[in-house]
């Protein structure tokens, strides 16, 4: 029926050859209180370029692990997990840099609306060998409530001496001044909101081609949520 519990899971494998470029753009959003679990596996070889853009809404756990097996390759992700009330969305994420001269790059958006939960564990390894790689993840939370909850944890492990690598995260809520500064502007109090969250993510999003379908999207969540 249309409000029973379901549970859908999903596993994505993808492997690309020397010197191919690929992007990717994942939309998840439960319905109907359903579950969503998925994987998401990357295996890069020389010289290749996984560019991914992530949006999981609502009751969503993902998986992602990506291994940059070989010289030159490139990993970069970005992602939006918006909770709405009473669910949680969480991402485990971890990036293997296991030859030289690899680069990954994680930036991730996080909004936790009334009882809601967000939660981004992203782990970047450095094999031994694997020098002159660079490595990077950072993230920002937005608490739409007082009863909103967000987590993040980033991690670092590092088996060589000759690398970049960096992590960082913050957790906040909406500015108040800006807030108020809009509305001394003439905008009101929910467009003032909508054009904050939107600058929220649109730093991670704007280069991407399907970013009018992902604002799209992020306009229901706001419609729905906050």
Known sequence: GGNSNLW????????????????????????NNTLRTSSLNLNLSKDTNYSGFIFNEGLVREDIR???????????INGVLASRPDTSSDVFCKITHANSKTYSNQNW????????KVAIQGKIRVEKGASQSEGHFYSKSLLLSDKALAFSKPELE??????????????GELDKK??????SRGITYELAIKMLLHAFIESICRNNNNKNLI????????KESV
Do not use: P
Not at 158 to 171: Q, R, T
């Open 178 to 183: 800006a807030l108020f500064y809009l509305q």
């Open 109 to 116: 958006r996080l909004l936790s609306a009334e009882k809601g």
């Open 66 to 76: 990506s291994n940059l097996k070989e010289k030159g390759s490139k990993c970069v």
């Open 158 to 171: 590092i088996l060589e001496d000759d690398v970049i690598c960096s992590h960082g995260s913050s957790i």
């Open 215 to 222: 604002l799209s999207l992020f306009d229901n969540y706001l």
């Open 8 to 31: 859908f899971n999903s596993v994505t494998e993808i492997y690309l050859e020397s010197g191919a470029d690929f992007v990717h753009t994942r939309l998840q959003k439960d319905k």
